[in-house]
């Protein structure tokens, strides 16, 4: 059957759970199917992409959060997510039923499918947006307007500019979706739609990949449910003074964050990086301890309630956002906002 | 792993504005940049994959061909990878091309690996710093019909038909093992590339691209003429190779704009400003200061 102006969303799964950005984007898709719905009259559809094995509960799921329709495949050569047999399915799906528009999370996974997919397809594929819209799109030069169009917007160039992105003839319109920048929608179990089962069919040449084993590393690292995130960037210097970064985020109840660079300098892990590349955060403070502030990492933490910004260089482009900016050496600031906090609590606990 | 067997790479690389690098200097105070304040360098990760692809031909020997689609002085990256070890090196500019998108990036490349000759691996940086898309990899081996392993970091063993290596996640890593060919994109993490080999960089310092031959006869006042310079390159073997759209058999409606789905509909310059912004001083009264008000505010608390 085919299921005109349907909106897809590809739900990635790892050993039965949903990633999270799957179900935020399942919710953003149910909000521009409503917009494209009353703004057209048609009815669309939101249908959440589900593979795997042994995953048919998680249908549930996927309609509770938005969906009206599910297609479900459920094959023992899906267990483990590899890029050939699940783009087999999706590359057949989409051919068959048209979609409008295929939303991908910004996943280390979905960062490998989507381009696979969208490459078949010979569609436009927008990498890691940061938000969805819908809108007209004139091109002067053919004298035509583009009515309902997926706005995809991401930062661009390295430098400071957001760009609005637009596939004006290919469909579907396919964009990966940064982790954590659309609202994980609210369940609403009561909500009905229908699952339709998918019967794959592989070539040999799918199983070309064989996945010999498989490291989880179980990350104690929370940065996007963190209340405080303390980052350090290149401004950082030594393993001492991330360990400063380390003693402030423990007194604030917080996190440890890192640039880019820090990362790359091998000051920290990887799974601490905030920014484009790494994790999308909002806490209610975050430290920017030596960090310049390149978009990559400001598109990642500029949503913060307030940001304390350290910075030897004036001109740092992250004071610019800053709400307190503090020109000087971390080496030396951290450690008096460390002792101020300290002597902070020890009055506490005189006056209790 | 038993048989072995000399194995042929093709490296794609690109030359990008240093993003990576941006000062207070590089930006101005509407939020524009400064484009010519970031130097052109060769794209990070992509000397990572150049690096695998050395690695194994030192293992195993083969060769390692490398490519990169930009404007004439993109053939700077060629030169580098050349001093670095590759075999060879070709260059894809065309008017053509110009405002290719990913999808439009990745026929290019198809048509160019195919035409370079067979092989048995296809690498690729993960990203490029310019972008940050990470999709021209996966886009290509789909052009090109074959499996991909993304952000490679290790290679295990390579043998006569198959590729063991490690790829590193966020959530962690996986070990795969995949049939030849199969193209990698190769992570910042992998290894540490080689610098340039002083030995290389003054053998092959003539290598130039056509567009170049005006240039370099300035600075080698001693070849009369391109065409002796031309024959002198033959004959050392410093060709850079350019390849149009025309020279690797490209349709004219993939590539460039016309080949490209996605369109920019516009830009927006960020201009970043903070609602209420204050400068602390970094004295022990100051931050006190500081993190009183944000106490009274319930950040901190």
């Not at chain 1, 593979?51 to 483990?80: K, N, Q, S, T």
């Not at chain 1, 569609?123 to 969805?132: F, H, I, M, S, W």
């Amino acid at each position: 059957m085919t299921t005109p102006n349907s909106i897809w969303v590809f739900i990635e799964q790892t050993d039965g759970k949903i990633a999270d950005v799957s179900l935020e984007l399942t919710g953003k898709a149910r909000e521009l199917a409503d917009r494209l719905g009353g703004a057209s009259g048609g009815a669309h559809e939101v249908v959440g992409l589900v593979m795997g094995h042994h995953v048919e509960a998680l249908a549930d799921e996927v309609i509770a959060h938005g969906a009206d329709r599910v297609l479900l495949a459920d094959h023992p050569e899906l267990a483990i997510y590899r890029t050939l047999p699940y783009a087999r399915v999706a590359i057949a799906e989409a051919r068959a039923r048209k979609p409008e528009i295929f939303l991908v999370g910004g996943t280390p996974n979905g960062r490998d499918f989507a381009p696979r997919v969208a490459s078949a397809l010979r569609c436009g594929l927008t990498a890691d947006c940061t938000d969805l819209e819908i809108g007209d799109y004139t091109v002067k030069k053919e004298d035509k307007t583009y009515h309902d169009l997926l706005f995809q917007i991401r930062p661009a160039f390295g430098g400071n500019l957001i760009a609005t992105i637009v596939n004006p003839k290919t469909r579907p319109q396919m964009a990966t979706v940064r982790e954590g920048v659309m609202r994980m929608p609210a369940a609403q179990p009561s909500r009905h739609g229908a699952v339709e089962k998918l019967v794959p069919r592989f070539e040999p040449d799918d199983f070309a990949l064989e996945v010999l084993s498989r490291q989880m590393r179980h990350s104690t690292v929370n940065l996007k449910e963190s209340r405080v995130v303390v980052s350090g960037g290149a401004g950082v210097a030594s393993a001492e003074d991330f360990a400063l970064l380390r003693d402030l985020a423990n007194l604030l109840g917080g996190e440890v964050g890192a640039s880019r660079a820090a990362v790359d300098a091998g000051m920290i892990g990887r799974e601490h990086q905030v920014g484009q590349t790494g994790t999308t955060v909002r806490p209610r403070l975050y430290v920017a301890a030596g960090i310049s502030g390149a978009i990559q990492h400001r598109a990642g933490m500029d949503q913060s309630s307030k940001i304390i910004a350290i910075n030897t260089d004036p001109d740092a482009p992250m004071f610019q956002i800053a709400h307190y900016k503090i020109v000087g050496d971390v080496a030396e600031v951290l450690p008096l906002i460390i002792k101020t906090l300290r002597e902070r609590s020890m009055d506490q606990r005189e006056t209790e | 792993m038993t048989d072995q067997r000399p194995i042929h790479s093709v490296v794609l690389v690109k030359q990008v504005p240093d993003t990576h690098n941006i000062t207070g200097e590089v930006m101005t105070k509407d939020g524009t940049m400064n484009r010519n304040a970031l130097p052109a360098i060769f794209n990070p990760e992509d000397l990572n994959a150049l690096e695998m692809a050395l690695q194994i031909k030192g293992r195993l020997g083969g060769t390692v061909t490398v490519i990169t689609m930009g404007p004439p002085k993109a053939a700077g990256v060629l030169r580098e990878a050349l001093f670095r070890g590759a075999d060879r090196v070709i260059l894809l500019t065309d008017r053509k091309f110009a405002g290719a998108d990913t999808l439009a990036t990745s026929y290019v490349l198809k048509c160019a690996v195919e035409k370079a000759g067979p092989f048995d691996l296809v690498f690729c940086g993960r990203q490029a710093i310019d972008g940050d898309t990470a999709q021209v990899g996966p886009q290509l081996a789909e052009k090109l019909g074959i499996p991909q392993i993304t952000y490679a970091e290790t290679f295990v063993e390579v043998s006569a038909d198959q590729i063991v290596a490690e790829r590193a996640l966020d959530s962690g890593s996986e070990i795969v093992r995949c049939k030849l060919p199969c193209l990698l994109t190769v992570v910042g993490s992998a290894n540490t590339p080689r610098p340039a080999s002083v030995r290389r960089r003054i053998e092959r310092k003539l290598a130039a691209a056509p567009a170049e031959f005006a240039a370099v006869r300035a600075r080698w006042p001693e070849f009369a003429s391109d065409e002796q310079l031309q024959d002198y390159l033959n004959a050392h073997d410093l060709n850079i190779a350019v390849w149009t759209a025309d020279d690797i058999g490209a349709s004219e409606d993939q590539v460039g704009l016309a080949g490209s789905p996605t369109q920019v509909h516009k830009i927006n310059f960020v201009v970043l400003e903070s609602t209420e912004s204050k400068t602390v001083p970094a004295t022990p009264e100051g931050i006190a200061a500081m993190i009183q008000e944000l106490v009274h505010e319930y950040i901190v608390g």
